[in-house]
């Protein structure tokens, strides 16, 4: 996989934790 692909494969993932981390504070 290209460093690119990599990188955006993990802000990804960043923006998904995220997302899920805010939801389960949240509760």
């Known amino acids: ?3 690119t692909g990599t ?3 993990l802000l990804l ?3 998904l934790l ?3 981390l805010s939801i ?3 509760t």
């Open 1 to 3: 996989m290209s460093t």
């Open 7 to 9: 990188l955006l494969f």
């Open 13 to 15: 993932w960043g923006l």
């Open 18 to 20: 995220a997302g899920v």
């Open 24 to 26: 389960v504070v949240s």
